[in-house]
């Protein structure tokens, strides 16, 4: 009995290391919000150690992939070229869904493809991450004349700035901060879909900063 608890053992720990990691499928399917989170805060423990696995990015899993996606996880988050989410969260092809624009700000475009992720392809969770030394969010407090469609950017996150200025702590800092927030929450109270879906419990969304020094994610309360 013992050996062949042993033997089975021995199998499970073996696949375990030939498919790269316990969540190399990355699929959605029969993932609940919290356990998308975990997969995306693990991955990102790995990328801050430089313990990477590299899921998911091989010949094999491009053919897969062919049959249709399932992403795990929405993720939305800035233009900046320093924060790649497939990097920070060590991920690979398939496993998550993502919407950028600079500022990590959300409009009727974002929220459609929200709603297509979450309703159609069976994504559980949305994370939106701000980062550290945001430009965009820089440039919002820094105010003054903003030429061209960067306004729009800036109007946007205008509400985030306009709560910090109240905050005590640094204005910059804070303004991410509620940007994230201030997104995440927008997309919450988003009808006739999201709203919908999160009170099925069928989504959830997290605010979450990344420091693009340290490479950390950190959830925002
Ligand atoms: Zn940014």
Known sequence: MKTLRCNILSVILTVVFLSGSLFA?????GVSPEIALQRLMLGNKRFVKSKVIHPNQNAKRR????????????????SDSR????????????????IRVAGNVVDDNALGS????????????????????????????????IP????????????????????????????????AKLVAEKIRTSKPILEELIKE????VAPAEYDISTGTVTLLK
């Open 148 to 179: 061209g469609h960067i306004k729009s950017i800036t109007d946007a996150i205008k509400p985030a700035v306009d709560k910090a200025k109240s905050q005590s702590g640094d204005v910059i800092e804070n303004s991410i901060k509620n940007n």
């Open 114 to 145: 929200i709603e297509y992720a979450a309703e159609h392809l069976g994504s559980k969770l949305v994370v939106v991450l701000g980062h550290s030394k945001c430009g965009a969010v820089s440039a919002t407090v820094q105010g003054g004349e």
């Open 201 to 204: 419990n069928k989504l959830m």
């Open 25 to 29: 499928e990355g699929e959605a399917e």
């Open 63 to 78: 053919g897969d992939l062919t049959k249709g996606q399932h992403p795990f996880a929405i993720v939305v988050t800035c």
């Open 83 to 98: 924060v790649s989410p497939e990097i920070l969260f060590d991920l690979g092809l398939g496993d998550i869904f993502v």
